[in-house]
């Protein structure tokens, strides 16, 4: 089985630009999450999806985070303008709805840098 | 307050070592309970998961939950130079769809050869 796909690996932008991550979740994983991790803490969630339609995004600042999963399969998240603050990994997750006593299956994260 | 605290370290232990891991929490609601763990500039991987009080065992490690006392362990016995990881906590409510996890910040630790 695939696991999580993330892209890009790495970035580097100046504060005030825009950034977009991409993650595409295991196959027939109808629930996705996106959580950051900002160094020496722990995940913290930003979006949830179940299919293409939000669960919950409470915490996500709204007024400079948005994200989408079109088709209800692969998924993007975009910061504009960016902060010195969304320096952090950017980790895609997903799982099955049979799956929930078992986590979930995490991708190995985007690092952002924002300068 | 943190709804889940857990110890950052680091934590540097000699190999063969036994290591205790511990977080704390404060919401009654948690009844899943899960340790993920979490090698440098990678994701997050499922160590171990459990629902109910008392102790799980897969190999060298022991997870164990008392929710009398809101707190949880993760046990590492003979530890080895690759057990060297961050182990983060993972907690959440039982409610059917609800799947947010919420994590402790991660305790970083290292066995020494």
């Known amino acids: 089985e695939a696991g999580v796909a993330q892209s890009p690996r790495y970035k580097i932008i100046e504060k005030r630009q825009s950034v977009a991550f991409w993650c595409n979740p295991i196959s027939g994983h109808a629930t996705l999450y996106w959580y950051q991790q900002i160094l020496g803490q722990g995940p913290k969630l930003l979006i949830q999806f179940q299919n293409n339609g939000v669960v919950d995004d409470s915490q996500l600042p709204k007024d400079r985070f948005s994200a989408e999963r079109l088709k209800g399969v692969d998924s993007t998240l975009k910061i504009q303008p960016a902060k010195l603050e969304d320096s952090a990994v950017y980790l895609c997750?997903?799982?099955?709805?049979?799956?929930?006593?078992?986590?979930?299956?995490f991708g190995s994260g985007t690092r952002l840098t924002v300068v | 307050q943190k709804e889940v605290e857990q110890d950052p370290g680091p934590l540097s232990v000699p190999e063969g070592a036994i290591v205790s891991l511990n977080c704390t929490y404060s919401n009654s609601a948690f009844q899943y309970f899960m340790w993920y763990r979490q090698y440098s500039r990678k994701g997050p991987e499922l160590l171990m998961y459990?629902?109910?009080?008392g102790n799980k065992e897969d190999g060298r490690f022991t997870a164990q939950v008392d929710k009398s006392s809101k707190y949880i362990s993760l046990f590492i016995r003979d530890s080895q130079p690759s057990d060297s990881a961050t182990y983060l906590c993972a907690m959440r409510p039982i409610i059917q769809g609800a799947q947010k996890l919420v994590f402790g910040q991660g305790t970083r630790l290292t066995i020494n050869p």
């Open positions: 459990t629902y109910s009080s």
């Open positions: 997750a997903s799982t099955s709805p049979g799956g929930t006593n078992y986590g979930y299956t």
